[in-house]
């Protein structure tokens, strides 16, 4: 059956970055898109911070880079500051970029390992260009610069959520989606196929559709609760099961990091996302460690102004849909699944849910094979999303309280282990399939939390030292002169995209 309507439940983040990148199809096939949503029923929201690939979303949207910062009251991100992780004190960036480059085919992280070995004292992350950035509160643009001399800046943004569905709501419903307002009531399915066949709402509005994107939230109102698909709870290994979040004003005066900062706390960790007009903070936690009313004030506690609205209190379960789409009812955001914010992956599953639907997507009908190739490759996604951050938790030397106690003896998937026994042998990291998560972000987290290399890979040892040695002075010098050139991450925000916020 030909695809004439599509259909998408609920708005939100999820809802508009749907809309807005299907409605792209629009200009070259006859398609209605209806987009339902409902006041009443407030977003979650609160996941602000991305990373790089969404540059690329926001591209293939058309939409300019600028504009959109201005109206989100956006800020550039470089990457994740990790405080009192791998000890209380410790403090590492998880950087988005590489260490350096490879030489003769071999990743940097094992040359930096050679030299260190031989007495080289700098750390690796001199080699890095956005952490040294971040260190010093700069930023520039790749194009800013334009020499192929100099390394690439590479960059995500930290953005309004609630600001950023109201603009792709506007970038889609000028090209022609329809919003209706309303609550789902009900959901008809085909008796046969059990196909969805349409929405009811409260007021009595129905409408049919023949594809269906699930971003009603947690709730999962098509794919759960109308489709029992199951949900595959992945608490044992991802513990902390609650959320507050808690904007605030930046009373300091200074300018936004051009970092997220995520800090651990006694059960769980805490979330600093610095927008142009305010800070988005948030304290995640484990109930069965930490009850909300301490939650609460360690938050309060650690922000770095007044808070400015009522603490949005969330609960969740780790873990993933059983199928992502099933029939054809496709989940996206917290409908799918929802592993918490600590890598900034909500908003870049979202992302690559879309990439892969419109990539699979035909207009001619639905298929089976469509069907079990998203499961399948969404599925692999979410698991290596889920290793590297059971990675953070079990990766740490602290004891002082019971849930670090816990997360750090817990059992962790073979295929974690695997990575970090590798790791610990001879540096080894292998970046499987199209996984999200680099060589540098695998050897950031784990030296960045104590786990050290034993040994390198036995051809940076046939390289010449000299040579090495050179090209090496000369990868910190290049990072050194662009991070002293580039301006204040405020100054280049007052300069580029200033908030066109109201008061």
């Known amino acids: 059956m030909a695809i004439e309507r599509i259909v998408i439940v609920g708005g939100g983040t999820a809802g508009w970055m749907a809309a807005?990148?299907?409605?792209?199809?629009?200009?070259?096939?006859?398609?209605?898109?209806?987009?339902?949503?409902?006041?009443?029923?407030?977003?979650?929201?609160?996941?602000?911070?991305?990373i790089p690939p969404f540059v690329g979303f926001n591209e293939l949207l058309g939409i300019n880079e600028a504009d959109m910062l201005s109206a989100v009251g956006g800020t550039f991100k470089l990457g994740i500051q990790f405080e009192n992780w791998g000890r209380i004190g410790d403090s590492y960036i998880h950087?988005?970029?590489?260490?350096?480059?490879?030489?003769?085919?071999?990743?940097?992280?094992?040359?930096?390992?050679?030299?260190?070995?031989?007495?080289?004292?700098?750390?690796?992350?001199?080699?890095?260009?956005?952490?040294?950035?971040?260190c010093f509160g700069k930023f520039a643009r790749t194009q800013d610069y334009r020499r192929d001399d100099l390394p690439p800046v590479n960059y995500a943004y930290h953005l309004d959520a609630g600001r950023y569905a109201a603009y792709l709501r506007r970038v889609a419903e000028a090209r022609g989606v329809v919003r209706e307002e309303g609550k789902v009531v009900d959901v008809a399915l085909d008796g046969q196929s059990g196909f969805v066949t349409s929405v009811r709402l409260e007021d009595g509005r129905s409408f049919a559709g023949d594809l269906f994107i699930d971003c009603s939230g947690f709730r999962g109102l098509l794919i759960e609760q109308a489709l029992k698909t199951g949900y595959e709870d992945w608490s044992h290994w991802l513990p902390c099961n609650r959320a507050v979040a808690l904007p605030c004003l930046r009373e300091d005066g200074s300018p936004p990091p051009p970092f997220t900062r995520a800090t651990a706390h006694r059960a769980g960790w805490q979330w600093q996302v610095p927008l142009q007009h305010r800070n988005g903070n948030g304290h995640v936690y484990c109930s069965a460690f930490m009850e909300d009313d301490e939650a609460l004030d360690i938050l309060?506690?650690?922000?770095?102004?007044?808070?400015?609205?009522?603490?949005?209190w969330l609960r969740f379960v780790t873990g993933r849909r059983k199928k992502f789409w099933n029939k054809n009812v496709v989940a996206l955001g917290l409908a799918a699944g929802f592993m918490e914010p600590l890598e900034s992956t909500s908003i870049h599953l979202i992302?690559?849910?879309?990439?892969?639907?419109?990539?699979?997507?035909?207009?001619?009908?639905?298929?089976?094979?469509?069907?079990?190739?998203?499961?399948?490759?969404?599925?692999?996604?979410?698991?290596?999303?889920?290793d590297f951050l059971i990675l953070h938790y079990n990766a740490t030397s602290r004891d002082d309280s019971d849930f670090w106690n816990h997360v750090r003896t817990m059992e962790v998937p073979e295929t974690l282990t695997e990575k970090v026994e590798l790791f610990k042998a001879n540096g080894q990291i292998f970046r499987?399939?199209?996984?999200?998560?680099?060589?540098?972000?695998?050897?950031?987290?784990?030296?960045?939390?104590?786990?050290?290399?034993?040994?390198?890979?036995?051809?940076?040892?046939?390289l010449d030292p000299a040579t090495t040695a050179h090209e090496v002075n000369e990868m910190e010098r290049s990072i050194r002169y662009l991070v002293g050139a580039m301006p204040g991450h405020g100054e280049y925000l007052a300069r580029y995209c200033p908030a066109a916020l109201a008061a």
């Not at 409902?38 to 602000?48: K, L, N, P, R």
């Not at 690559?352 to 699979?360: E, Q, R, V």
């Open 300 to 312: 309060v506690g650690n922000i770095a102004g007044k808070p400015q609205a009522e603490p949005n």
């Open 95 to 134: 950087p988005f970029g590489a260490y350096g480059y490879s030489m003769g085919g071999i990743s940097f992280h094992h040359v930096w390992h050679r030299m260190a070995k031989a007495g080289d004292p700098r750390p690796i992350q001199v080699f890095n260009l956005e952490t040294m950035a971040a």
């Open 351 to 386: 992302n690559t849910g879309i990439d892969k639907l419109i990539s699979l997507l035909s207009l001619e009908g639905i298929t089976k094979v469509q069907e079990d190739t998203f499961n399948r490759l969404t599925g692999r996604e979410y698991a290596r999303i889920r």
């Open 20 to 50: 807005a990148a299907l409605s792209r199809i629009k200009a070259g096939r006859p398609l209605e898109i209806v987009l339902i949503e409902s006041e009443a029923i407030g977003t979650v929201g609160v996941g602000e911070a991305t």
């Open 432 to 462: 499987e399939e199209d996984e999200l998560f680099t060589e540098t972000s695998w050897a950031a987290v784990m030296m960045g939390q104590g786990i050290e290399m034993g040994s390198h890979n036995a051809m940076a040892d046939a």
